[in-house]
């Protein structure tokens, strides 16, 4: 398998699955960019890894691919430690700007999964169709609709690299969340695909995992997972409740099960797509059949009483 070459200037910060890559760009004098900041469990982790990589550099701006907590909730810790928002000002998708800068939880969906980020606010947004100058190259910004309505891909056309986000990773995508609820999201995720492959990247930066080279089988990959998928989106609204309960157990790493139970039953999210695809179920029995799923795939295991997280060897 090829190892990407990345310029000198971008520097990844791969992350495991609770918080999403960070990628920083140094610029040519003494300052740094830093777009998406992981998971509010590893701000400390996160402040601590940008700023080594940093060295006497300046972080004067964040940029979110999407606020989905997982990459955005180490934003306010990282403004906080850089000066504020006068010295590090955050970026976000033009759809999110609003949303941001008058905190609505609901709209940014952390109510509805049952997930945190702490509050900040936002100075500008990117939308489709803008630049971004970061570590010395110009970056195109693109629409990557499907996992999230807002989200945003960043290319950069003379050196072909892509940091695609949840839109694409070298074994699959993110959840699409419109579909969860009964909402379209398949055909903007299939747009978003078509989108990657007419750029030609020949390295992705994802938002989870290394970076990789092998493009062309990841979108095959990804278009067969979607097909299967839009064949049957109850196995769809399976799978997007088990990424909730195991980003739970990444959390947590070990919880009660009844405590696991009660966070289930009480994500608005949860409940919204039991109501579409289970329709006169019980949320509880949902959640047992999901838990279950997870044990058996070897993603969860019980210990009396407890829930512990797992990872199939």
Not at 76 to 93: D, E, R, Y
Not at 224 to 238: G, I, Q, S, T
């Amino acid at each position: 398998m090829p190892i990407p070459v990345l310029p000198p200037s971008l520097h990844v910060l791969e992350r495991g699955w609770l918080s999403a890559n960070s990628i920083l760009f140094f610029d040519d004098d003494d300052r740094a960019s830093v777009v998406d900041t992981g998971y509010v469990l590893h701000a400390a982790q996160t402040v601590a890894l940008v700023w080594s990589a940093m060295g006497r550099r300046r972080l004067v701006r964040i940029v979110n691919t999407h606020l989905h907590s997982d990459h955005c909730g180490g934003n306010a810790a990282l403004q906080a430690t850089a000066g504020g928002v006068a010295c590090c000002p955050i970026t976000v998708p033009v759809g999110e700007l609003q949303a941001v800068n008058d905190w609505d939880e609901d709209a940014l969906s952390f109510r509805a999964t049952g997930q945190h980020a702490p509050g900040f606010s936002a100075a500008a947004s990117i939308a489709a169709g803008d630049s971004l100058d970061l570590g010395g190259l110009s970056w195109l910004v693109y629409a990557a609709p499907g996992h999230d309505p807002h989200a945003l891909m960043l290319f950069q056309p003379e050196a072909r690299i892509l940091i695609s986000g949840d839109a694409l990773w070298e074994r699959g995508f993110g959840v699409i969340f419109p579909e969860m609820v009964g909402e379209a999201g398949f055909g903007a995720a299939r747009q978003t695909l078509q989108a990657i492959e007419a750029l030609g990247p020949i390295c992705i930066i994802p938002g989870h995992g290394a970076p990789f080279m092998d493009v062309a089988p990841a979108l095959v990959h990804a278009r067969a997972r979607l097909r299967a998928f839009e064949d049957d989106p109850k196995r769809h609204a399976r799978h997007g409740l088990r990424v909730l309960l195991k980003f739970q157990l990444l959390q947590h790493q070990n919880i009660a099960r009844e405590a696991l139970r009660d966070w289930f039953e009480a994500a608005d999210l949860v409940e919204r797509t039991v109501r579409c695809f289970w329709p006169g179920c019980e949320v509880q029995t949902v959640f047992t059949e999901t838990l279950d799923s997870l044990v058996l795939a070897g993603a969860a295991r019980l210990d009396a009483g407890l829930v512990c997280n797992a990872e199939r060897e």
